[in-house]
């Protein structure tokens, strides 16, 4: 398979790398060495069929997650489970791979009933956002709504101090 893989950072730069994958192999990239400290999103592009995962290590062995790819960017999303209590830090990130501006609305439900928060952000082009949900909504546990007038893919990360976790984002 002949595979690019477009890094795609928080700054609106681009950086493109060539692989060739023989059959019924695995390769491992290492996006450290790449795009050094950076937090970026990937666009992952092959002539053939694969599977694409993404894993990340939390430093000095701590903890780290996974998370499987998304095919298809989408314009509504869901992240039904969540937390901003303590010792949680919940990330969410988004990216736009598109050549337009994008705005993204994040609603923020609280699971004791109080009000929902609303946040709206604008994207641009081909950039990753990071939404610290703790600066939005302290102290609770929370589901959110992601809707944006592009598609744009959409993951939830949760830290603490001896790991993390991470999930994809829903679509209807």
Same mark, same amino acid.
């Given at each position: 398979?002949?595979?690019?893989?477009?890094?795609?950072?928080d $700054?609106?730069?681009?950086? /493109?790398?060539?692989?060739?994958?023989?059959?019924?192999? &695995?390769?491992?990239l290492?996006?450290?060495?790449?795009?050094?400290?950076?937090?970026?999103?990937? &666009?992952?592009?092959? $002539?053939?069929?694969?599977?694409?995962?993404?894993?990340?290590?939390?430093?000095?062995?701590?903890?780290?997650?996974?998370?499987?790819?998304?095919?298809?960017?989408?314009?509504?999303?869901?992240?039904?489970?969540?937390?901003?209590?303590?010792?949680?830090?919940? !990330?969410?990130?988004?990216?736009?791979?598109?050549?337009?501006?994008?705005? +993204? $609305?994040?609603?923020?439900?609280?699971?004791?009933?109080?009000?929902? /928060?609303?946040?709206?952000? +604008?994207?641009?082009?081909t950039?990753r956002?990071?939404?610290e949900?703790?600066?939005? /909504?302290? $102290?609770?546990?929370?589901?959110?709504? +992601?809707?944006?007038?592009?598609?744009? +893919? !959409?993951?939830?990360?949760?830290?603490?101090?001896?790991?993390?976790?991470?999930?994809?984002?829903?679509?209807?």
């Amino acid at each position: 398979a002949n595979v690019s893989v477009t890094f795609i950072k928080d $700054d609106g730069t681009t950086q /493109v790398a060539y692989y060739a994958i023989d059959p019924r192999t &695995r390769l491992s990239l290492f996006a450290d060495t790449i795009v050094p400290n950076s937090t970026f999103g990937a &666009r992952i592009d092959s $002539d053939q069929q694969i599977i694409v995962e993404r894993s990340l290590y939390v430093a000095d062995g701590a903890g780290g997650h996974n998370s499987s790819a998304m095919q298809i960017p989408e314009t509504e999303w869901y992240l039904p489970e969540g937390s901003t209590r303590p010792p949680y830090r919940e !990330v969410i990130a988004i990216l736009n791979p598109n050549a337009d501006m994008t705005q +993204v $609305d994040l609603t923020f439900t609280r699971a004791d009933g109080q009000p929902a /928060v609303t946040q709206s952000f +604008v994207l641009q082009p081909t950039t990753r956002l990071t939404v610290e949900a703790n600066k939005y /909504v302290t $102290d609770a546990d929370v589901s959110t709504r +992601v809707i944006a007038d592009h598609p744009v +893919v !959409v993951e939830r990360s949760m830290y603490w101090e001896r790991g993390a976790t991470s999930s994809p984002g829903l679509t209807r």
